[in-house]
Antibody, heavy 122, light 105 residues
């Protein structure tokens, strides 16, 4: 059974950093792109970042480029999101999402975690 | 960036009704479009990919159609379990979601 489980969310002050983690199981981790998608309270969905199965290609939404860094560790079957210079508008539930293919281009999302909540507030 | 516009934003229907949700892209996305269902307090669930392909395990009352800029999600006979918010998503150029359609009974 495919499972993705996020952790690392919490309350953080504006300008500070936070690292999210996602533990994946039930599939060949290296074969699939992985993504982070966020949802602000009561709002819609926003793709944040993605990484190819081999980790060689990454992509970011304009709203986070230069502040967030996505990475993956095949030995630990884990996905990460390093978030720096956090802003109140980054407050959201962050979902770890499995892509359907190895490249994150032309890739849809077939399994979602339950999310980890990040709150940016002083 | 490609913008995705869904309509309506809220839809009220009765059990057994045929329900149609539309999604329009600001430019062509070919058939690179997916639909997701999100129930309150839950993560989104994939329903349809590549505009018209039903994800495994999804009831056959759900169907998708369209290409280019205009797409539809149809529920042929609305069931109580279908109460949810539905999102379209283009994956032609990066990824953008529609604003969502809340389906109520």
């Amino acid at each position: 059974e495919v499972q993705v489980v996020e952790s690392g969310g919490g309350l953080v002050q504006p300008g500070r950093s936070l690292r999210l983690s996602c533990a994946a199981s039930g599939f060949s981790f290296d074969a699939y792109a992985m993504h982070w998608v966020r949802q602000a309270p009561g709002k819609g969905l926003e793709w944040v970042s993605g990484i190819s199965g081999n980790g060689g290609t990454t992509g970011y939404a304009d709203s986070v480029r230069g502040r967030f860094t996505i990475s993956r560790d095949s030995a630990k079957n884990s996905l990460y999101l390093q978030m720096k210079s956090l802003r109140p508008e980054d407050t959201a539930l962050y979902y770890c999402v499995k892509g359907n293919g190895g490249s994150f281009q032309e890739d849809f999302f077939d399994y979602w975690g339950q999310g980890t909540l990040v709150t940016v507030s002083s | 960036d490609i913008q995705m516009t869904q309509s309506p934003s809220t839809l009220s229907a009765s059990v057994g009704d045929r329900v149609t949700i539309t999604c329009r892209a600001s430019q062509s996305v070919s058939s690179w479009l997916a639909w997701y269902q999100q129930k309150p307090g839950k993560a989104p669930k994939l329903l349809i990919y590549q505009a018209s392909n039903l994800e495994s395990g999804v009831p056959s009352r759900f169907s998708g159609s369209g290409s280019g800029r205009d797409f539809t999600l149809t529920i042929s006979s609305l069931q109580p379990d279908d109460i949810a918010t539905y999102f379209c998503q283009q994956y032609d150029t990066h990824f953008t979601f529609g604003g969502g359609t809340k389906v109520e009974i």
